[in-house]
């Protein structure tokens, strides 16, 4: 089942351009942030949402292991405490929300502003390893090792077990959501 929008509209049809325009409340033609290989960050002439808040008086952190909202893009700016590590090395949806549940209660005396990204549904459908409440959860049949050519997501066969293997990345997340919560 799926649903189809007749009238909808989008910053960017990706991560990059999505969140600096998030971050900036610029179009994507406005902020220029839309291409991995130029090197390129937010405006300087624009106050980033981190900005925004830090002048209200809060304490802004930024915590996530996104790739593509890193401190190199400008996604430093106004914040006042960042911590960043790529999600394939070590910072997915339970490092994040620990990181956040910390930060919470060392600065629980002033106003906060947290940034938190999580990765850990970007490539659930892939052949990356399993945590063991996702094994335990899914059928032996949706733990094999699928056999096809690297494509990306939008041009990929319609896979059951890639279906499973979102399903049980979604639910586990959600779980460390909820402790955050």
């Given at each position: 089942n799926g649903c189809i929008f007749t009238n909808n509209y989008t910053t960017g049809d990706w991560t990059l351009p999505c969140a600096a325009s998030l971050c900036t409340g610029l179009y994507t033609t406005n902020h220029g942030v839309f291409h991995p290989k130029m090197q390129v960050t937010l405006p300087e002439n624009q106050p980033s949402l981190f900005e925004l808040f830090k002048t209200a008086g809060y304490t802004t952190a930024k915590i996530d292991g996104v790739y593509r909202v890193t401190p190199t893009y400008g996604y430093i700016r106004g914040i006042d405490r960042t911590i960043y590590q790529p999600s394939h090395i070590n910072m997915d949806g339970k490092d994040v929300v620990i990181e956040a549940i910390k930060h919470i209660e060392t600065f629980k005396d002033t106003n906060q502003y947290l940034w938190l990204?999580?990765?850990?549904?970007?490539?659930?459908?892939?052949?990356?390893?399993?945590?063991i409440l996702q094994q335990t959860q899914m059928g032996l049949e949706f733990?094999?090792?699928?056999?096809?050519?690297?494509?990306?997501?939008?041009?990929?066969?319609?896979?059951?077990?890639?279906?499973?293997?979102?399903?049980?990345?979604?639910?586990e997340l959600d779980l460390y959501l909820g402790i955050l919560f």
């Open positions: 990204g999580f990765m850990d549904i970007h490539d659930a459908g892939s052949e990356e390893h399993r945590s733990r094999k090792y699928l056999k096809e050519e690297k494509k990306k997501s939008v041009y990929e066969s319609y896979s059951e077990t890639r279906i499973a293997r979102y399903r049980e990345s979604i639910k």
